[in-house]
């Protein structure tokens, strides 16, 4: 009889053990969205400019106007533009903008200057209005002491190529 007793409690344990347990499903998902992307559209081009016996530089603002200080002299001709870039990306999002944390090295094949101190419109974030943005980038253009007289860009021996400019979704 102890045994059979036994026997019914082991089988109702089991039982009440089987009977509290439950189990569910679930699924999953995931939105991929759309990569941001940046294109150049306009090169950034300083214009016309005269250097003498005396250092100087030449800020490039992002509405295209220009200042100098030092011996440097605005001249007529040329076209100040500072670059512009197309970001495209998700309506509405925002995006952060890293300018390069140094020096652009421009060359005429023998001689060089530096281009620094970089400036965004937007300036650090922007935002992509029906997922587009215009990003236009303006910097100082340091010129030397009698700095001979050419056509200086980036891709000309001696120069340090091309500018980065990189966007993130914020």
């Known amino acids: 009889m102890k045994k059979l007793f036994a026997l019914g409690i082991s089988i109702f344990l089991f039982t009440a053990v089987a009977f509290s347990q439950s189990s569910a499903t679930a699924s999953a998902a995931a939105t991929i ?46 076209t100040p533009t500072a670059a512009s870039f197309t970001v495209t990306g998700v309506a509405a999002a925002t ?49 030397g002491v009698n700095q001979p007289g050419g056509v200086y860009n980036t891709s000309n021996v001696g120069g340090s190529g091309e500018f980065t400019v990189t966007v993130n979704y914020q």
């Open 33 to 78: 969205l759309t990569p941001i992307s940046i294109s150049n559209t306009i090169d950034m081009d300083f214009g016309n400019l005269a250097s003498s016996g005396t250092v100087g530089t030449c800020v490039l603002a992002t509405d295209n106007s220009r200042s100098t200080t030092g011996g440097v002299t605005e001249m007529a001709g040329g």
């Open 95 to 143: 995006y952060t903008i890293t300018l390069p944390a140094g020096a652009t090295t421009v060359s005429d094949g023998t001689n060089t200057m530096t281009i620094d101190t970089w400036a965004s419109n937007p300036g650090g974030t922007g935002t992509l209005t029906g997922g587009t943005s215009t990003l236009l980038v303006g910097a100082t253009l340091n010129v």
